[in-house]
């Protein structure tokens, strides 16, 4: 029963998912106050990250193709009710396990979110711009990242009830999303197999599986950057560039998160192929910029130089996802991008557990260091693998 034409489904998918990664971001300007007035420790802070990671990748993986059978609208109902329940755990954090907590239903959230909304996204495509539909995919998330981040930043900066007001805010606004849910069309008809579907299958259809490995390289190299600016965005704001102000700790978390969506404008523009090679160029360029700049301790030039790294993010990351998702049947989109954010979310939370384990003995330079490693690796992947691939068909053509 697909209604590609319904805008309003395609504005309420839209929203919602902002929505549900907006409140994800709301907690990360508060680590500051967690950590000065509570006494969480860095470790705390990146278990918080991982605890993340993990709720998304569980529900991705176990309930992702559950849109599939009980329709778009009552799992993404679903999913911002949780969001909402997650935030009402963050009124009270003076210890790490409401925190803890708190961040694993935002990840079952957001993993639901991924596909049951991202879905219901590309189900409604073809009522807006071609090019808007990839955008939403590939920078929605790191969208509402960045106004949750932002918005987080000046309420606790400025605002009274630091802890609470955000939270407040949120849950008003996830109520106002559910509603447009619920007055959104229904793009899929109800099936049975929702039990047999909460096995993991991670199968991919043929085009998709063709382009998953150079894919997936992107994923991890462009999602762990993220993570580590997730859990250390404040650490790094207030040690290595010299600001205590929760505002600026949300600018550094939100200066790569907010011009992903500039870089999935350009990628629209160009062969997905095309958009993931140069992307990824441009996001290795711009990653050891940014440790130039993190090392000088200059906050402006920073914040600079992360925008610049959030466009080549969205650049490469539109364009994988492109490759992955273009000609897909209907049925095959949920499970698709479920594997695509399973594997987003599983490459930004095991660098993250390991850079919060690295952060008991090395400086946070000495950490984001090996993120730059991580990028001229997968740099080097993207590039060599296909030159590899003809040349083995060469030889096997002589």
């Not at 929203?15 to 509570?38: F, H, K, Q």
């Not at 790191?142 to 900066?157: A, Q, R, Y």
């Not at 390991?354 to 400086?363: P, Q």
Request: net charge positive; aromatic share 8%.
């Amino acid at each position: 029963m697909e209604n590609s034409g319904n805008r309003l489904s395609f504005i309420a998918a839209t929203a919602s998912l902002l929505m549900v990664y907006l409140a994800s971001a709301a907690p990360i300007p508060l680590y500051g106050i967690y950590r000065a007035e509570d006494a969480l420790s860095y470790t705390d802070l990146s278990l918080s990250s991982v605890f993340y990671f993990a709720g998304a990748v569980s529900a991705l993986v176990i309930f992702g193709r559950l849109s599939n059978h009980f329709g778009r609208r009552p799992v993404a109902l679903l999913s911002v009710a949780m969001t909402a329940l997650a935030c009402l755990l963050f009124f009270n954090v003076h210890s790490a396990t409401p925190l803890l907590a708190g961040r694993l239903l935002q990840g079952l959230s957001c993993g639901l979110a991924s596909t049951a909304l991202a879905s219901w996204v590309v189900d409604c495509a073809s009522s807006v711009p071609a090019w808007l539909s990839p955008a939403v995919l590939s920078t929605g998330p790191m969208t509402g990242l960045t106004i949750g981040g932002i918005g987080s930043g000046f309420l606790v900066e400025y605002a009274p009830l630091p802890r609470q007001l955000i939270f407040m805010i949120v849950i008003a606004l996830l109520a106002l999303c559910a509603l447009l849910i619920i007055k959104g069309t229904e793009t899929i008809d109800a099936k049975p197999g929702a039990l047999g579907s909460l096995k993991p299958d991670l199968k991919l259809p043929a085009t998709a599986r063709r382009a998953f490995p150079l894919a997936a390289v992107t994923f991890v190299c462009t999602w762990s950057l993220g993570g580590f600016f997730q859990a250390f965005g404040p650490a790094m704001a207030r040690e290595q560039l010299h600001s205590a102000s929760a505002l600026a700790a949300a600018l550094v978390f939100a200066s790569i998160m907010a011009p992903g969506a500039i870089g999935a404008s350009l990628a629209g523009r160009t062969h997905a192929v095309k958009a993931q090679r140069l992307g990824m160029l441009s996001f290795t360029v711009a990653v050891m910029a940014l440790l130039w700049t993190l090392d000088m301790g200059n906050l402006t030039a920073f914040l600079i130089v992360s925008v610049i790294t959030g466009i080549a993010q969205g650049t490469v990351l539109a364009g994988s996802i492109q490759t992955m998702v273009s000609d897909l049947d209907i049925t095959e989109r949920a499970g698709v991008l479920s594997v695509i954010y399973a594997t987003s979310y599983t490459g930004a939370a095991i660098p993250t557990l390991l850079a919060g384990k690295m952060s008991e003995h090395f400086s946070l330079l000495s950490v984001a260091s090996g993120y730059g490693v991580l990028a001229l690796a997968g740099c080097a992947i993207v590039f060599i693998t296909p030159l590899f691939s003809r040349n083995h068909t060469t030889n096997e053509t002589c």
